[in-house]
């Protein structure tokens, strides 16, 4: 913090950075020291496994379904060719691969209960009183996979998110993988650009098969449970490079 304001009184100006942006609406909407610290504790510690659960899961996915992945595979090629890599611009003409990370976290959202809420009053919630002080989980996992909201519920099937617009960010209450209200996830548009980026680089750079010999519907896709959900066992894929070999040498920090 102390190095961004410093930096930040040098150069006479705001960088578009999330701590810069901390930094300068503190006075404006009265954040403390402390509350700007927590803040950046959670988008670290929440944003690094959460992350990578996601990406995991996801690609389990899409080597289960192949006909996933090749669609996908088609939409990159589409939009990104053969001769430049993925770059975050690009999403937005990317709906499909978009679909494939939101199906992803519907079907695997990697806190299932999502973090603890406390009653800060006595509320009666679908015919249940709950009483001031009670511990709260939401069970966002069973909410994603209710067949009385989701047709076909466990089927991987990101074309449901063509056929209708859900909003992940809090707004639908099917879909709830970064929680909603005040306590929404402030990290929620970085995790999904993450999420989407990584499997878009994955998925334009390489195809992808079962490792050790296993066939597609062998993938063991049974969870490990805790307050983050990971994958019983990790997922092993093979890649098989998809582009032309000048793509596969290093590339510039800022591309």
């Known amino acids: 913090m102390e190095e961004h304001t410093a930096a930040r009184l040098k150069t006479g100006g705001t960088k578009q950075h999330f701590v810069d942006a901390l930094l300068t609406l503190q006075k404006q909407y ?6 700007v610290i927590g803040l950046l504790w959670d988008m670290i510690t929440a944003g690094m496994d959460t992350t990578a659960i996601s990406v995991e899961w996801a690609m389990a996915e899409l080597i289960k379904n192949p006909r996933v992945q090749q669609k ?3 939409e990159l090629d589409r939009v990104i060719g053969c001769e430049r ?5 690009d999403f937005s003409n990317l709906p499909y691969l978009q679909s494939v990370a939101k199906e992803a976290l519907r079907l695997h959202p990697p806190t299932p209960l999502m973090l603890p809420h406390k009653a800060n009053a006595n509320v009666k919630v679908g015919g249940y009183d709950i009483p001031k002080g009670s511990n709260v989980h939401v069970n966002v996992w069973a909410v994603a996979r209710d067949p009385a909201v989701w047709k076909d519920p466990l089927e991987f099937r990101p074309e449901r998110f063509l056929e209708e617009d859900v909003d992940m960010k809090g707004h639908d209450y099917r879909l709830l993988p970064f929680g909603a209200g005040r306590r929404v996830c402030p990290g929620a548009q970085l995790g999904i650009n993450l999420v989407t980026s990584m499997l878009g680089h994955l998925l334009h750079h390489f195809s992808w098969a079962p490792a050790n010999g296993l066939t597609p519907e062998e993938i063991d896709m049974s969870e490990n449970p805790g307050l983050v959900t990971y994958m019983k066992t990790p997922v092993q894929a093979l890649p098989t490079p998809r582009l032309t070999p000048i793509m596969y040498k290093r590339i510039a920090v800022d591309m």
């Open 72 to 74: 996908a595979q088609e």
């Open 85 to 89: 890599v993925l770059t975050e611009p």
């Open 30 to 35: 009265d954040l403390s020291d402390d509350t």
